[in-house]
């Protein structure tokens, strides 16, 4: 039988997206299933989504991820959404299907496999949530999902802030609340976990943290970040001098990428594998 050089093509769409490193573990993921896929890391700007999303059809990619600004403007492009997203009201994975894009979300799962694996039961818990975008909503989904407390929401602006509120009070039985974020803010000292959503810190602005007063952080609570930069966001070394527990977003999108990987291909990747890819790449030592 003649070689086939075809190429099934996912990837992903941001702006920014640059120092998006998910290309380096989903490579990694084909390589050790040994299927001939190929991740492309793609710079989209807000004015083109639509037309990327239908380019998928056309070179017939099996999927893409989303970043942002992406994941909630994409929702009216879309043939179907799974019953999460739906909820969520975002999407990071899109499949596509026989020329039919299905959205699905794979962030929130991400996020809660990482505070697994470190060793947290969220039930019961008091969670504090800086933003209120599509990692957000996705995270607040499937942590109340696990039967939380209580879900504090503190974001600068008040619309999309309460947009979340009410999607949380509709959906779940779990006490929300939201702060808007116009000061430098405390954290409740029983809050059991914080957990940065917001795109503060993100490459290349590296340097910046949210506007929070550290100091209100202390040894009981777990810090968690959705930043995938290495090594840590400034916020996750200013709660490290705190003596708080840490979580990074790093194991997140390692999490996140073997479901998405799963929902194209059908098969599942070793996390192993991927953590060691990225671990090599950055020279550093990665949580999932
Ligand atoms: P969205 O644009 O949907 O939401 C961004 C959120 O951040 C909004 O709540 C926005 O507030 C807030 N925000 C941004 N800048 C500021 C600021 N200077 N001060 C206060 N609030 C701010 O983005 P996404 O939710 O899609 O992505 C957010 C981040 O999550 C990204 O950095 C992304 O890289 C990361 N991420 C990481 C993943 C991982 O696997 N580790 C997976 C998914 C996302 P407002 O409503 O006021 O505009």
């Known amino acids: 039988m003649a070689k086939s050089y075809r190429e099934e093509l996912v990837g992903v769409f941001g702006d920014p997206i640059?120092?998006?490193?998910?290309?380096?573990?989903?490579?990694?993921?084909?390589?050790?299933?040994?299927?001939?896929?190929?991740?492309?890391?793609?710079?989209?700007k807000s004015e083109d989504l639509k037309d990327a999303l239908q380019g998928l059809k056309a070179m017939n990619f099996k999927g893409i991820h989303l970043t942002i600004p992406h994941k909630v403007a994409a929702l009216p492009y879309l043939d179907s959404i799974s019953e999460e997203a739906a909820i969520m009201g975002a999407v990071n994975t899109i499949v596509n299907q026989d020329g039919k894009l299905r959205g699905e979300n794979t962030d929130g799962k991400g996020f809660m496999k990482s505070v697994a694996n470190a060793g947290y039961d969220v039930s019961g818990m008091k969670i504090v949530m800086l933003g209120a975008g599509g990692a957000a909503r996705a995270i607040a989904v499937e942590l109340c999902r696990a039967g939380i407390g209580e879900l504090v929401i503190i974001n600068r602006s008040e619309e999309r802030g309460q947009g979340l509120v009410k999607t949380i009070s509709e959906n779940f039985d779990v006490k929300v609340s939201l702060r808007l974020w116009d000061k430098t803010m405390p954290i409740d000292a029983d809050a059991d976990i914080l957990v940065n959503t917001t795109s503060i810190g993100l490459f290349p602005n590296v340097d910046e943290k949210p506007d929070i007063d550290f100091d209100t952080i202390h040894d009981k609570m777990v810090v968690c970040d959705v930043i995938p930069n290495h090594p840590h966001t400034q916020l996750l070394k200013e709660a490290e001098k705190r003596g708080a527990k840490t979580i990074d977003g790093l194991g997140m999108l390692i999490n996140q990428a073997v479901e998405s990987i799963y929902d194209w291909t059908g098969k599942v990747p070793e996390a192993e594998v991927m953590k060691e890819a990225l671990a090599a790449e950055y020279g550093i030592s990665v949580h999932y």
């Not at 993921?29 to 989209?44: C, D, H, K, M, S």
Request: hydrophobic share 40%.
């Open 18 to 44: 640059d120092e998006n490193p998910t290309v380096v573990v989903a490579s990694k993921a084909f390589e050790q299933l040994g299927i001939p896929y190929r991740y492309v890391t793609i710079n989209v």
